[in-house]
């Protein structure tokens, strides 16, 4: 079964960038995940996976959680079956382990309202750790 792997996480100080991608283990198809909305969510230490980001399946469509509108960028590259998060300004708030899904676009920006678990969409990856120091 075709899995979601996330890297690029890592330890920086407040205020530096990192760079988070997402993409499917094993063989695929190209354009696997070409008609999925690719998603962002996190959680933090003790607390609740959190929504980070949206990005609809032709690229068109983005959403963000206020936590981080104005510093967080989502971007896709289907030819690479490949999900990015641009993370810029980092606070120390934003340290958690940060997972990446795929789903319909609706299901990604309301599951929380739905009260499921996003491990429910239909593709789920491991996580990696962002932690930001001070």
């Known amino acids: 079964q075709v899995q979601l792997v996330e890297s690029g996480g890592g330890l920086v100080q407040a205020g530096d960038s990192l760079r988070l991608s997402c993409a499917p283990s094993?063989?695929?198809?190209?354009?696997?995940?070409?008609?999925?909305?690719m998603g962002w969510f996190r959680q933090a230490p003790g607390k609740d996976h959190e929504f980070v980001a949206v990005i609809g399946r032709d690229g068109d469509r983005q959403f963000y959680s206020d936590a981080v509108k104005g510093r967080f960028t989502i971007s896709r590259d289907d030819a690479r079956n490949t999900v990015y998060l641009q993370m810029n300004n980092l606070k120390r708030d934003d340290t958690a382990v940060y997972y990446c899904?795929?789903?319909?676009?609706?299901?990604?920006?309301?599951?929380?309202?739905?009260?499921?678990?996003?491990?429910?969409?239909?593709?789920w990856g491991q996580g990696t750790q962002v932690t930001v120091s001070s």
């Open positions: 094993g063989r695929t198809s190209s354009d696997y995940f070409s008609g999925y909305a």
């Open positions: 899904a795929a789903d319909s676009y609706v299901r990604i920006t309301t599951i929380e309202q739905l009260d499921l678990p996003p491990n429910e969409l239909a593709y």
